[in-house]
DNA sequence: CGAATGTCTGTTGTCAACAGTTGGCGATGG
DNA sequence: CCATCGCCAACTGTTGACAACAGACATTCG
């Protein structure tokens, strides 16, 4: 019964709509490379592996091809949309505006809860990046990102950022020392975290401007080849 | 050919497919506020007047939603979505964000024909403002605005401009000495362009962030009554 | 008299079928 | 042997119909 009650409280109706149920499982599968760049979705074969019919296919296929995950050409099918090299710096840039804005409206909103949940962040990323976890090193670090968005308590800027995010969370730097990037990166955000706590709005986001050039740079002399996909 | 290229270009075989026809009627129809924020788009009426079956109205609207133009609630139908005081001003704050990183990104990229191209519309305001052609000149502002992202050659920030325009657009200020700012507006436009013949891009974004703050602050000091909707 | 409940209508969500187009593949001619 | 033309298959775009749900109204019971 406690266990029933925590399902329905925590999705109160889960998804209602079947192209939402679709929309969602499509968005993961593409989020998670399980569906990589290029791969081709086809609506009868979805339709019948999903078990539902073609029009609920069309309507999330719609809804990702408006949010860019996949490209449709008219009479030629859905494929699962890649970033080029360039597309990937220009969304870095864009990424870097919309952050900054982000931080510099959360510092005045930030609770005493939200700057021990920053550092909070930061302390469980040095544990991952001592026990070599790696995945959980980055889910913790869109965690820390994600953060000043939400606190910035404007929507649209959420809304933007969750679809850029879209874009350019399949990618991850696998090559150009990782390892020594990282522990620079973990030092920021610690930076970062400092500025947070003084409440320090100008301090936090020339820090957080610096800190997303850092693989900006790195990655503009770069081949695409070194940016690899996620697993 | 350069001719025939650009109407290609423009209009390569002018919407194939209907939900795009639809789409693109409905998004005048709602940025032109012939459709003011609040009409509720039921899809039997919609597929009636436009004399297509309700699929495409479904795409179209689909599209529409994800656009945030309009907001579908299961079930419900879907209505043309209005932004609140607040979220106009936050909308505001990402504009800024986007637009300062498109005049940064776009100065070392104009041309002399670009920089040319500026001065026009700055002239072409001054004209419409002799005139008190209000319209025209808005007009005119969004294209000095738009030039930028153009020439910033960043497809995402195009996209994202695109969309923030989409909900920005439809609102205009009325009241507020009008006259007075649309003057103002135009000096500021002149200064712009003058950073951007010298080619300075910290000088012109320093302007261009401080234009966009000047209805900014107006509006926050004013009720969402004044905000009033374009004719 | 007020509140709860049952019905009823209008709308949307979903499905299956039809038609048009695209791209590939094979046949034919040079 | 290569290029061109025409056919075929598969897919998408579109349609109309069916079923389920939301809100409104009227009815009934406390």
């Known amino acids: 019964m406690a266990a029933r009650r925590d399902t329905a409280a925590l999705a109160p109706v889960e998804n209602v709509t079947l192209w939402e149920r679709v ?28 078990g539902v019919s073609r029009g609920p296919i069309r ?12 490209t449709v050409r008219p009479r030629r099918g859905a494929v699962v949309s890649a970033l080029t090299h360039e597309e990937f710096m220009q969304a870095y840039q864009v990424r870097e505006a919309l952050e900054t804005l982000a931080i510099r ?24 990046l001592g026990r070599d976890d790696i995945d959980g090193f980055f889910v913790l670090n869109s965690s820390f990102h994600q953060l000043f968005v939400d606190v910035s308590r404007n929507t649209t800027l959420q809304d933007m950022y969750r679809q850029l995010i879209g874009h350019m969370g399949r990618y991850q730097m696998r090559s150009v020392a990782l390892r020594g990037t990282v522990r620079r990166s973990v030092a920021e955000h610690r930076a970062i975290a400092r500025a947070c706590r003084a409440r320090d709005a100008g301090r936090a986001e020339r820090l957080l401007r610096n800190h997303i050039r850092v693989p900006q740079r790195t990655l503009e002399a770069a081949s695409h080849e070194e940016v690899v996909l996620k697993r």
Request: charged content about 25%; cysteine-free; aromatic content about 2%.
């Open 59 to 70: 309507e999330a296929l719609g809804r990702l091809a408006a949010e860019g995950l996949v």
């Open 23 to 50: 929309y969602t499982h499509l968005r993961e599968q593409i989020l998670d490379n399980t569906l990589p760049p290029g791969t081709v979705l086809s609506e009868v074969p979805l339709a019948a592996s999903l």
């Open 105 to 128: 409206l959360a510092v005045p909103n930030l609770t005493d809860d939200d700057v021990d949940r920053i550092d909070a962040i930061v302390d469980r990323q040095v544990l991952a």
